[in-house]
């Protein structure tokens, strides 16, 4: 029988040693560049949050009419927006992904707010972007609804009311049209009147509604009007139970100022302001708004003739 070199089986063995430990070493660089990469992702990822939330900080100023401005990301991105209502306000979300290399980050880091109402679909994409904001009043301001849509996207207003259509055209918004649009396949059609459009509107002295992607929600004021239309309806639902949270909170303070006042003023909103805050901590939904507005503007009302206004 013929023996085995013993040179070739050591010389064999360093061979398959030196494969071993080779894809070993690429494994493992392969797996330590890609950590990296992800690492400065995130990082990327978290900075784009960070920077478009501070954008929306200039918008509120307590401006009275709607304020536009846009801001462009050096890559394709996406904007994730969301929010939850735990705690005394709630909390905005905002988290972003970029398209590198061929797919989209992973949104890892979230960037949250206590004092922000952002409202877009849950998930915008592009490069650049147009925002503009609106004071939310019920019956006192509230705070700053801040909308966020892409360039990409072209919002259409067919037949709305004469004040939304002055209030567009003023606002000179690249992505928003309110003329001669009907017939554009390439934009999103938002009607005032009859149906079949992407957005269907009631708008009305009674409760107003939005019918959008098959699900409908409530609005009472214009800020909130363009929250609908332009966020989605599970998103809307939780912002508007945050500025409930939100309305709960200054009730209570403007209550506790009457208080301070009621000797000299003689005011008599103390009861239909704590009726209001009742009204405000127990909402859960959009169609409870309209109660509330009969209350805020009764509220309204009585602070116009009071001896000493509150707000």
Known sequence: MKRLNSKGFEMSFTWIF????????????FILVSKIMNTGNIASDAKVAKEIS?????????????????????????????????????????????????????????????????FSNDVTEGKKFYIFAKPFKFPFKVTDLIYITSASDKYCFINSPENIENELSNLNQANIFV???????????????GSGCDINVRYSNEAGSVLKNGETVYFETDALMYAAIFSNSE?????????????DLL???????????????????????????????????SGELEQIKTLSKNIDELNDYARCSLW
């Open 54 to 118: 501070i954008l929306f900080n200039p918008l509120e100023t307590g401006f009275e009419e709607g304020k536009t401005s846009s801001f462009t990301l050096a890559s394709n991105s996406r904007i994730i927006n969301n929010c939850n209502t735990n705690g005394n306000f709630g909390r905005q979300i905002i988290s972003t992904s970029q398209f590198t290399l061929g797919k989209w980050s992973t949104a890892n880091v979230e960037v949250g707010s206590l004092n922000k109402y952002i």
């Open 235 to 247: 998103l809307y639902e939780c912002q508007v139970k945050r500025l409930m949270k939100r309305l």
């Open 18 to 29: 030196a494969i071993v430990v080779g894809i070993s070493i690429f494994i493992f660089t």
């Open 179 to 193: 003329e001669n649009c009907s017939n554009d396949n390439d934009k999103i059609l938002v009607c005032f009147s």
């Open 251 to 285: 009730s209570q303070i403007y209550i506790d100022k009457v208080g301070f006042s009621s000797d000299s003023c003689d005011s008599n909103l103390n009861p239909t302001l704590i009726q209001l805050q009742a009204y405000a901590s127990s909402a859960e939904s």
